[in-house]
């Protein structure tokens, strides 16, 4: 049995955990934790991580990133794992969860479903290979999704410059007359509807083309992996740990 703490409880992200939880005999929600209270649990709620007692195997974030400095505090207080599911981190909020790591298991992933994660290590693999390709990735989601491109697509494309070091991303071309340049990364987001999440990596080249694709059909997805990602990191040393680390132990 996992058990865990979930930040964020009361937005979509922690609601789907939660339900997941129900459904489960491999994980106990012991607390929550979320800004917005007043919805009834079978488990305390608080806004304030440190009101919470009992010791959990890991923390479960999904609230905002400007929660990372209070969680990581707690955790290293109470050797905690704490898993950091969100995105938009300031440059002084990763150096924060970078010193947590240095005395406590941390985990962080902009994307934590498995399928985009492999998705990843694929992409990466086709760009070693498939040399000459052009590489263009297409982002879709929902209207209300506030950043552009989002941050999974940033990841295929960083995964993508780790074996492609000249790699230079390219997010609009209206303003110049150019022909392509061999070592641009495309980068394009369409929003609309509902979309829950789509990414598209093309590799084009002279002859052919060959196209990976991951679609996100649920939310649930992510929260699965959250779980996967718990189950993971229980009792694990300090250090930082991503999706990659979950993946080694699956293929």
């Given at each position: 049995?996992?058990?865990?703490?979930?930040?964020?409880?009361?937005?979509?992200?922690?609601?789907?955990?939660?339900?997941?939880?129900?459904?489960?005999?491999?994980?106990?929600?012991?607390?929550?934790?979320?800004?917005?209270?007043?919805?009834?649990?079978?488990?305390?709620?608080?806004?304030?991580?440190?009101?919470?007692?009992?010791?959990?195997?890991?923390?479960?974030?999904?609230?905002?990133?400007?929660?990372?400095?209070?969680?990581?505090?707690?955790?290293?207080?109470?050797?905690?794992?704490?898993?950091?599911?969100?995105?938009?981190?300031?440059?002084?909020?990763?150096?924060?969860?970078?010193?947590?790591?240095?005395?406590?298991?941390?985990?962080?992933?902009?994307?934590?479903?498995?399928?985009?994660?492999?998705?990843?290590?694929?992409?990466?693999?086709?760009?070693?290979?498939?040399?000459?390709?052009?590489?263009?990735?297409?982002?879709?989601?929902?209207?209300?999704?506030?950043?552009?491109?989002?941050?999974?697509?940033?990841?295929?494309?960083?995964?993508?410059?780790?074996?492609?070091?000249?790699?230079?991303?390219?997010?609009?071309?209206?303003?110049?007359?150019?022909?392509?340049?061999?070592?641009?990364?495309?980068?394009?987001?369409?929003?609309?509807?509902?979309?829950?999440?789509?990414?598209?990596?093309?590799?084009?080249?002279?002859?052919?083309?060959?196209?990976?694709?991951?679609?996100?059909?649920?939310?649930?997805?992510?929260?699965?992996?959250?779980?996967?990602?718990?189950?993971?990191?229980?009792?694990?040393?300090?250090?930082?740990?991503?999706?990659?680390?979950v993946l080694e132990g699956l293929i």
């Amino acid at each position: 049995m996992v058990n865990i703490i979930v930040s964020g409880i009361n937005g979509r992200m922690g609601r789907a955990i939660e339900e997941m939880c129900k459904a489960s005999d491999k994980y106990t929600i012991i607390g929550g934790v979320d800004v917005t209270l007043g919805i009834p649990h079978e488990f305390p709620t608080v806004s304030d991580i440190n009101e919470l007692s009992g010791k959990a195997d890991a923390i479960i974030d999904f609230s905002h990133h400007s929660a990372s400095k209070a969680l990581c505090d707690y955790a290293v207080k109470t050797v905690t794992p704490v898993i950091f599911c969100t995105t938009g981190y300031t440059e002084d909020e990763l150096a924060i969860i970078k010193e947590a790591s240095e005395k406590v298991a941390v985990f962080r992933s902009g994307n934590m479903s498995l399928g985009i994660n492999l998705l990843i290590e694929l992409s990466k693999k086709a760009a070693e290979i498939l040399e000459g390709f052009d590489i263009e990735i297409i982002e879709q989601h929902h209207n209300q999704k506030l950043d552009a491109p989002s941050g999974t697509a940033l990841m295929i494309a960083d995964g993508i410059k780790s074996v492609r070091e000249k790699s230079e991303y390219v997010y609009d071309r209206t303003q110049v007359r150019q022909k392509r340049a061999q070592n641009e990364v495309g980068i394009h987001s369409v929003r609309g509807g509902s979309i829950v999440g789509e990414h598209e990596v093309l590799f084009a080249g002279r002859n052919e083309n060959i196209t990976l694709r991951h679609s996100a059909l649920s939310r649930e997805v992510f929260a699965d992996g959250a779980l996967k990602a718990a189950e993971y990191i229980k009792g694990k040393k300090a250090g930082m740990y991503n999706m990659g680390n979950v993946l080694e132990g699956l293929i």
